[in-house]
């Protein structure tokens, strides 16, 4: 008899227990939910008295009943039943078999880690290990708050997430209405506490409302469609705090039931009016109902109230890109406050002597799965492959997210000429610093200086008449003239004959030479102001390298970067080409800010907004017309903190004298007063985007040209085209995603691919391709421990499926499909799950 288990993964020990004292030691570095649940046996041999008498192994798993000592006892005894009963050629007698079981489950909410000893034959003892390592007593509260840690690491930690552990075995977390409602009783009993949980890398302060309990929460409710269930778990906590009603109102929304919604935000915005929470729902709302305009005045309101969270600046950002006020979503973009990514954890393991890892019979017997075994691709093999997108997390992706919607709308050209209208450009830098010297040079008065200052700049009242401003220059290469800068060796791609022709074909994706020549000489600037002159491909913020994995061929000498990774602020102190300190303009107050338009607000009710609200780097957000767009809002400005009359101007610290200001409004360098630098991340997001433009425009040349000469050899690998068909979604073209999809799972099976494609069945209403989708990531997950039928990404668009065309419709489907019996039962799981939580369409 075999010392491993038939169905479930194995890591085997050098030393009996010294995966358990590896995970006593990592408990102190344990954050937010912690690691997944850890399952160690102890097995002995009862035969052969020679060989080695007792050996340890152990699993990680995720959704195991953690609600007592007995379930979790119960799991051990389970894999009793699972130990390989192959018989010897002598004797009937198992070999080994399992002596003692330890099961650990990590409490997020006291940071202690819950274990169950198992003795098989004896008793069952539990207790609780601290990070000292110290044993101390469980009582009722540990197991309730274990129950709903372990709990809320099934949803939140899955696969399609990002969430990846090799050899973790999921089980199904909550499989009845019993289950689930003993879940929510414990959840709301500890919901107060759940900002003990900690928050995603977006939240920068975790409240009662976001926190990871909601997340956890609204993610099970909503990926199924069960926006009532959800209403009721919050309508028992609304009463407690006003907040509630956002997460409330949402479940409404979502529920069809806007009237109950619109009702709550009111009633709750009485109480809590600064409350940005509550401001996002009303927000998207608004927007849903395209009242574009009244909301970005709430969430501009949102700004004022969290003018340190990532979040508030992200939805006036959707609120201006989905409004088409490009200019102000750049400028809304660039005053975003970045946070750094915190993964979540992972064990840390030591070095198993050998590893298991048994493939079920019962699908084995009727199909190959050598297909369904992880690929390793060398990035080296294409540079579609080694694109520095994907790695964006966090902050940075939902940026990206945003630039890759402005481009999809207004195209690359127009995307940079945005671009050159609302930052500062190298040329006009250095053209506004040769005017100030020269105007030092000649007229050294208080007042040739104080118009020559960047600080001091006009002021241009509602009633003045805008002037047109001049065409910015193209941006010129680093170290080279304005006029004679040439594109870089990578920008010749794009002017080349055949992929012009391309770009006629792609009319949706706007690229062109001057577009890529006004690219590559970039003129960025770091978030203190200090001008930066540098090879755009080449030089990469620090922060932003570890992000995305873009590593640079150079490093710029004379450089001392350093940054804050607890706000995102970067601080250093470029040098040119001589050594000398560059000229720093003093905006670090105005990087942080927007412009709204008070005309219609009323100042006390500013002035009590203010005075409620703890800001860290705005108290006020004032009126400043923008000269390129006529919208009625301008870019941000940091002003006096005190309210002012609606009407009237913002108050400067500075004044300037009317003879300078007119002179800067006749002169096309006086522009440069209106405009702001740009962030180095954002900088950075730029050359990203570029870069996966160009990709995806090299690609689509070459399969245009395939196309149009049948007796090419052009052939892409399977990863080739799944890496073109993430390139393709992350610009948001899904017609020529699909297509690379298409052809990557002909090629070769791989679990990303099937899962888009199976998304963009879906949204199709193909019934009969989202279920061959279906199958294939069953059969995946299957091979690879995954028993979780939900919370999944596959259950929820089954669920989809389900109410779109009735269960019945979705059953005679599948079963035309002719599938061999345990392939056949592995989809009707989701059926059955859909009938137990009564799912929409489940009855028809």
């Not at 930690?157 to 209405?177: D, K, Q």
């Not at 979540?344 to 799965?369: F, G, I």
């Not at 062109?512 to 540098?534: I, K, L, N």
């Not at 008070?598 to 400043?624: F, G, K, M």
């Amino acid at each position: 008899m075999a010392d491993t288990l038939r169905d479930v993964p194995e890591f085997f020990e050098n030393e009996v227990g010294e995966a358990l004292a590896v995970r006593t030691e990592s408990l102190a570095a344990f954050r937010d939910l912690g690691p997944p649940d850890l399952c160690h046996v102890t097995k002995v041999n009862t035969i052969n008295k020679s060989a080695i008498k007792e050996i340890g192994s152990y699993h990680n798993v995720l959704g195991a009943d953690a609600s007592s000592s007995a379930s979790l006892a119960a799991y051990i005894n389970s894999l009793t039943y699972s130990v390989d009963d192959s018989q010897g050629w002598f004797t009937k007698t198992p070999t080994w078999k399992i002596r003692s079981g330890i099961f650990c489950c990590y409490n997020a909410f006291s940071h202690v880690d819950v274990r169950v000893e198992v003795r098989i034959p004896g008793g069952v003892d539990s207790y609780a290990v601290t990070p000292r390592g110290e044993r101390i007593a469980t009582t009722a509260q540990l197991w309730q708050e274990c129950h709903v840690s372990a709990t809320l690491r099934a949803i939140l930690y899955n696969e399609e997430g990002g969430y990846r552990l090799h050899a973790l075995r999921r089980v199904y977390p909550l499989a009845s209405t019993m289950m689930e409602n003993r879940f929510l009783e414990s959840c709301a009993a500890l919901y107060w506490q759940g900002w003990q949980l900690g928050s995603n890398s977006e939240v920068q302060m975790t409240t009662p409302i976001r926190n990871y309990l909601n997340d956890g929460l609204l993610k099970y409710f909503e990926d199924c469609g069960r926006f009532t269930t959800a209403a009721k778990f919050y309508e028992s906590l609304y009463p407690k705090d006003a907040e509630v009603g956002a997460l409330l109102a949402r479940c409404y929304f979502g529920a069809n039931l806007e009237v109950k919604g619109v009702r709550i935000l009111h009633e709750a915005l009485q109480k809590s009016p600064a409350s940005y929470s509550l401001l996002h729902a009303q927000v998207d709302f608004l927007l849903r109902k395209k009242k574009f305009d009244a909301a970005i005045q709430l969430a501009k309101y949102a700004v004022k109230c969290a003018p340190s969270e990532f979040l508030a600046w992200a939805k006036l950002t959707e609120a201006y890109v989905t409004a088409e006020r490009f200019e102000l979503a750049l400028l809304t973009l660039n005053s975003c406050p970045m946070f750094t990514f915190t993964d979540k954890d992972y064990p840390r393991m030591p070095q198993p002597a050998k590893v298991h890892l048994p493939v079920k019979t019962e699908l084995s017997n009727v199909m190959d799965l050598s297909d369904y075994e992880p690929k390793l691709v060398d990035p080296a093999e294409s540079y579609l492959l080694r694109l520095p997108a994907p790695g964006l997390r966090g902050t940075f992706s939902k940026a990206y997210g945003f630039l890759a919607q402005l481009v999809k709308k207004v195209g690359w050209d127009e995307l940079l000429r945005l671009r050159s209208a609302v930052f500062v450009m190298e040329d006009e830098y250095r053209q506004q610093k040769a005017r100030e010297d020269t105007t030092t040079t000649t007229a050294p008065d208080d007042n040739a200086t104080t118009a020559a200052s960047p600080v001091a700049a006009p002021v241009r009242t509602a009633d003045e008449p805008t002037e047109p401003r001049a065409p910015s220059p193209t941006p010129p290469t680093s170290g080279t003239p304005t006029s004679s800068s040439p594109p870089p060796a990578g920008a010749e791609t794009l002017a080349a004959p055949d992929e012009v022709r391309v770009l006629d074909d792609l009319d949706h994706l706007h690229l062109s030479d001057s577009a890529v020549a006004d690219d590559v000489g970039t003129f960025g600037a770091s978030q203190d102001g200090s001008v930066r002159t540098r090879d755009p491909l080449t030089s990469m913020d620090s922060e932003f390298e570890d992000a995305v994995g873009f590593q640079p061929s150079h490093e710029r000498p004379g450089a001392d970067n350093g940054e804050d990774r607890g706000t995102g602020t970067h601080h250093e102190e470029d040098r040119d080409a001589d050594g000398q300190s560059m000229i720093s303009v003093d905006i670090e107050a105005e990087s942080r800010t927007i412009a709204t338009d008070d005309q219609t607000h009323d100042a006390s009710a500013w002035a009590t907004a203010a005075a409620t609200t703890t800001t860290t780097d705005a108290d006020e957000i004032t009126t400043q017309p923008d000269p390129p767009v006529d919208t009625g809002d301008g870019p941000v400005v940091v002003r006096d903190a005190e309210p002012r009359t609606p009407g009237t101007s913002a108050p400067f610290t500075e004044k300037q004298p009317p003879q300078a200001t007119a002179a800067a409004h006749r002169d096309p360098i006086g522009s440069i007063h209106h405009k702001r630098l740009c962030e180095r991340w954002l900088d950075n997001l730029f050359m990203v985007l570029y870069e996966d433009l160009r990709a995806y425009i090299d690609s689509m040349s070459e399969i245009y040209r395939s196309q149009a000469n049948p007796q090419s050899t052009f052939r892409h690998t399977a990863a080739e085209w799944e890496a073109l068909g993430d390139l393709a979604w992350r610009l948001l073209y899904k017609a020529e995603s699909k297509e690379a999809y298409i052809h990557s799972v002909q090629q070769r099976f791989s679990p990303k691919p099937w899962l888009q494609l199976l998304t963009l069945y879906t949204e199709e209403g193909n019934l009969q391709m989202a279920l061959n989708a279906v199958v294939q990531l069953a059969i995946y997950q299957e091979r690879w421990y995954n028993e979780m039928i939900y919370p999944s990404a596959v259950a929820a668009h089954v669920v989809t499926l389900i109410r779109e065309h009735g269960l019945s419709k979705v059953q005679n489907v599948l079963i035309s499909m002719n599938l061999a019996p345990p392939l056949h039962r592995l989809v009707t799981r989701y059926f059955a799950f859909a009938q137990t939580f009564q799912m929409e369409g489940s009855e028809w």
